[in-house]
């Protein structure tokens, strides 16, 4: 027999022993009432009422009111000197209560005993609830109930009942605040006026199935509590959080010793590195883990005290922690309801609790601890992706390392998906392609992705820009080597952020070169949409920045800033409250554009109204000028696809249009359509008629010998 079956035999041993001892207490106290000898008693044993047959069974009657006849009812059957109205002698009920103190002296102990120890209740409230239970265990208990009181309307357990039949009775037993009540142990059925002493009491559901040695979740919390499964996490945490879960430990096992646990605050946006360190610290201490999203808290304060208690009292029957999960909270419109709740719960709850936020929080009216969770460093996620990916790995955990940066849950997650799909593909694209997909989620409702088709063959720049183009692409690629390999990372922290500042013109071709090195990286592009960004209200702005920066951390993006300037504007005197808290917006900006360790681009065509401390922490400066004659031509030559029809195009005569690149990509595709309306191929008409229109929109004087073509002086293409 194993270890729990034993353990069941030996509660339910208890629970028959000490059921005897209840069943012996009720029919001493039912003979005290006198009975038997009363015949006035509303209960009497009929002197002609023959014995069943069975003489397990046996027939009382209820005198009536009006004539003193008397109406059989069939009981339960049950030893004659327990459910009879004989005199129950102390010594049988001595005999029974060691019986029951003997059957609880084991060990581990009896369920009722873990309960009353962990819950503080008295021999007295034991022994209240013991017969509140007891109506679900024994089917005899309510007629006992009733003869006990004295009182057939009444086959249930009271709080009378329990001062007249229990030794050493105590009316505090009765308070909200004794443990009977406070933690819900019992529910009173108090109809219309009937007092507190003899309204019906019953024994809550996932009490009685404990004390029967079912020990499960309470239904009413198990839609809020989400378990965290230990073998979900199957991956060994990395030094630098192992680091952190020692010290969890041991601050909570120091505060242990003063009996006032504090919450543990673990800040940061890593919630899966998060987890795992309160999965690995709850484990240590022999604790489940339950994760409790803070939007489920009720607002009402008598709904919140009840989950409050709840979640208590199966902390104490139940041995877990409360991972309480604020994230959405702090991703909603911020309010003066949503802190309330989560402060009240953590005051009231006095069991270990993590808090997964953003940032730390204040005035929670409890102690805490707070550490800073980040993700693995490079070096460690490179030692987590070759021990995933097996033998021989080459090179690949260290590109994947050097240029994303994810969590172990979030490798271990990739890798068993790319290995599992189309066998047909290299190994290396199908993990570049699921590190993509990782990230895009979080920046899908932040900015806008572009699908970037440039490349190297579409762009026309002097070779000077060019060269600083293919400068950024070569560095985005090797920073994992430079930054780790060669100890940069090491010797500092600041100055690691790769960026650029693309200035211009509109139409100089900014977002194409944008586009190309995201070709060329094989990396998401996303411009910044700064409606969604800029908020009038002060200290939104940063925090839309701070997800949009938090989000783009975890690699394979690059961030493209569309006119920049509106964000990155000179810092101003301060004149007024409005002026303050715009520099603290470009203060912000500054920090987290140096510390951030992917590509950000910024791009604008007013580079004069950019503050001087970004010029000095940008990388690369291109200047995007509009293009002269021969690159002109040369993007003509570019500007039409493969497929596209065309016949009989004078470049050179295009040339001299004075468009820039955006413009002319307007021109062609305007051309296009007026080809495909008339039924044939791309011509110079189409074209000289689109430019014309072009220079219409944009105001410039036309002069109309330019826009005709004749057939005769038509150049092959």
Request: negative net charge; hydrophobic residues 45%.
């Amino acid at each position: 027999m194993d270890d729990l079956s034993q353990w069941r035999q030996n509660n339910d041993d208890y629970l028959a022993k000490s059921l005897a001892w209840l069943r012996l207490r009720l029919a001493k106290l039912a003979h005290q009432n006198g009975r038997a000898e009363s015949l006035g008693s509303p209960w009497v044993r009929p002197a002609a009422q023959a014995e069943p047959q069975s003489s397990g069974w046996w027939f009382w009657g209820r005198a009536s009111e009006s004539d003193g006849s008397v109406k059989p009812a069939l009981l339960p059957p049950a030893p004659v000197n327990v459910t009879g109205i004989g005199n129950v002698s102390d010594e049988e009920i001595a005999v029974a209560a060691a019986e029951m103190s003997a059957a609880e002296a084991v060990d581990p102990p009896p369920a009722m005993t873990i309960l009353s120890s962990n819950l503080g209740l008295t021999k007295f409230e034991q022994s209240i609830l013991l017969l509140c239970a007891a109506m679900e265990l024994d089917t005899r208990i309510a007629s006992m109930c009733a003869r006990a009181q004295d009182d057939p309307s009444r086959p249930y357990p009271t709080f009378a009942l329990a001062l007249a039949l229990f030794d050493d009775p105590a009316w505090d037993a009765l308070s909200p605040e004794g443990p009977l009540r406070r933690w819900r142990l019992i529910e009173i059925n108090q109809p219309g006026a009937q007092s507190l002493t003899t309204s019906p009491l019953l024994a809550d559901e996932r009490i009685v199935n404990f004390l029967k040695g079912l020990n499960y979740l309470d239904d009413r919390l198990a839609p809020l509590l989400m378990p965290v499964m230990f073998d979900e996490i199957e991956a060994a945490l990395p030094p630098s959080h192992q680091i952190a879960v020692e010290a969890i430990l041991r601050q909570l096992r120091q505060a242990g010793r003063t009996g006032q646990l504090p919450v543990v605050q673990l800040v940061g946006s890593d919630a899966p590195s998060k987890l795992m360190i309160a999965v690995c610290a709850a484990s240590t201490l022999g604790l489940r883990l339950y994760r409790l999203p803070v939007e489920l808290l009720p607002t009402h304060v008598g709904e919140l005290e009840t989950l409050t208690r709840l979640i208590e009292r199966e902390i104490a029957l139940w041995p877990f922690a409360i991972y309480l999960d604020a994230k959405e909270l702090e991703r909603s419109t911020p309010s003066e309801t949503q802190a309330p709740p989560v402060n009240r719960f953590l005051t009231r709850n006095n069991g270990i609790c993590f808090l997964d936020t953003q940032e730390l929080r204040h005035g929670l009216n409890r102690s805490s601890i707070s550490l800073d969770i980040v993700r693995p460093t490079q070096a460690e996620q490179q030692t987590a992706w070759a021990a995933t990916l097996g033998e021989d790995p080459g090179h690949l955990p260290a590109a994947l390392a050097g240029q994303f940066d994810l969590n172990i849950e979030t490798i271990h997650r990739i890798v068993e998906s790319a290995e599992s799909g189309d066998p047909a593909k290299p190994l290396r694209e199908q993990l570049w392609t699921e590190c993509l997909l990782s990230v895009r989620p979080q920046l899908d409702r932040l900015a806008q992705r572009i699908d970037a088709k440039a490349t190297w063959d579409d762009i026309v720049l002097p070779e000077v820009e060019l060269k600083l183009l293919h400068q950024i692409a070569d560095q985005v690629r090797q920073r994992g080597r430079v930054y780790l390999d060669w100890g940069f990372a090491a010797a500092r922290t600041r100055g690691l952020s790769i960026n650029a500042l693309f200035a211009g013109e509109s139409g100089t071709g900014k977002t194409m070169a944008a586009e190309v090195i995201a070709n060329e990286l094989n990396l998401d592009l996303y411009r910044i949409d700064l409606s969604a960004v800029v908020n009038k209200y002060i200290g939104e702005t940063e925090k839309n920045l701070r997800r949009v920066f938090d989000a783009a951390e975890c690699g394979g993006v690059i961030l493209f800033f569309d006119e920049a300037d509106a964000l990155f504007g000179k810092r101003s005197e301060v004149k007024d409250s409005h002026d303050r808290y715009a520099n603290i917006e470009i203060n912000y900006l500054l920090q987290r554009l140096e510390a951030y360790r992917g590509l950000a681009i910024l791009a604008t065509n007013m580079r004069s109204a950019l503050d001087t401390a970004f010029m000095r922490r940008i990388r690369f400066i291109l200047e995007f000028s509009s293009q002269g004659a021969g690159e002109r031509e040369a993007i003509w030559r570019r500007i039409f696809p493969p497929e596209t029809k065309v016949s009989n195009l004078d470049y050179p005569r295009l040339a001299k249009l004075n468009l820039n690149g955006g413009s002319i990509n307007n021109v062609a595709i305007n051309a296009a359509f007026l080809a495909a309306q008339a039924g044939t191929g791309v011509t110079m008409p189409h074209v000289l008629e689109a430019a014309r229109t072009e220079f219409l929109k944009l105001k410039r004087p036309i002069n109309e010998a330019d826009f005709r073509w004749k057939e005769s002086v038509a150049i092959a293409a």
